[in-house]
């Protein structure tokens, strides 16, 4: 049975009625991934806010100055997004996970319950904190904190951590509101 066919339940612009540097974004999107992601045309709502979206994601997610790997913060993505039951994300970032991982029963375990996973004791440790961050953020102490330090994080990896964590949260709230639908080609890639 496929998903409901709409993007998001507000409009979404027409791309060709973006901005010219937009539109190049789109080309470039659509060139490099083989389709535009359904988040980055419903953020075309708020153009302004869309470059906003673009900057902070890319610089998130796929910056090199990160003591985590790419891996590492898209598995973050897919365990606060389970948390959330973002479907959205589960499905956009649970196919990141199997393609940068090359195990598609990672993206799967992640997406249905981490902790089944088997993990290195670093991710382990990674994706308690950013569980515990997601469900009961207020009960986050310096043994948490230091918890990540035992397998290794420095304080610029926590810093990391947490804010992959909040970015996930926030952009699940999003997509939520939204009603935001993945891209059908998300399901099958990399199985």
């Given at each position: 049975?496929p998903?409901?066919?709409?993007i998001?339940?507000?409009?979404?612009?027409?791309?060709?009625?973006?901005d010219?540097?937009?539109?190049?974004?789109?080309?470039?999107?659509?060139e490099?991934?083989?389709?535009?992601?359904n988040?980055?045309?419903?953020?075309?709502?708020?153009?302004?806010r869309?470059?906003?979206?673009?900057?902070?994601?890319?610089?998130?997610?796929?910056?090199?100055?990160?003591?985590?790997?790419?891996?590492?913060?898209?598995?973050?993505?897919?365990?606060?997004?389970?948390?959330?039951?973002?479907?959205?994300?589960?499905?956009?970032?649970?196919?990141?996970?199997?393609?940068?991982?090359?195990?598609?029963?990672?993206g799967?375990?992640?997406?249905?319950?981490?902790?089944?996973?088997?993990?290195?004791?670093?991710?382990?440790?990674?994706?308690d904190?950013?569980?515990?961050?997601?469900?009961?953020?207020?009960?986050?102490?310096?043994?948490?904190?230091q918890?990540?330090?035992?397998?290794g994080?420095?304080?610029?990896?926590?810093?990391?951590?947490?804010?992959?964590?909040?970015?996930?949260?926030?952009?699940?709230?999003m997509?939520?509101?939204?009603d935001?639908?993945?891209?059908?080609?998300?399901?099958?890639l990399?199985?």
């Open positions: 049975m998903q409901p066919p709409h998001a339940r507000l409009p979404v612009p027409d791309p060709g009625s973006l010219a540097d937009l539109q190049t974004y789109f080309r470039k999107c659509q490099k991934l083989g389709l535009v992601p988040v980055l045309r419903a953020y075309a709502f708020r153009p302004a869309l470059r906003n979206f673009i900057s902070l994601y890319n610089e998130l997610m796929l910056s090199e100055d990160s003591g985590l790997s790419i891996l590492e913060r898209e598995m973050i993505a897919v365990v606060v997004s389970s948390c959330n039951r973002c479907y959205y994300c589960l499905i956009a970032h649970g196919q990141a996970v199997r393609e940068l991982s090359g195990d598609p029963q990672l799967e375990m992640l997406v249905t319950n981490y902790r089944v996973a088997p993990l290195v004791p670093r991710q382990r440790a990674m994706l904190f950013a569980h515990r961050l997601t469900t009961a953020p207020e009960s986050i102490g310096e043994a948490d904190r918890a990540l330090r035992d397998v994080f420095g304080d610029a990896d926590l810093f990391d951590i947490g804010e992959v964590v909040a970015f996930f949260n926030y952009s699940n709230r997509a939520q509101a939204l935001l639908m993945p891209n059908p080609e998300y399901h099958a990399h199985r």
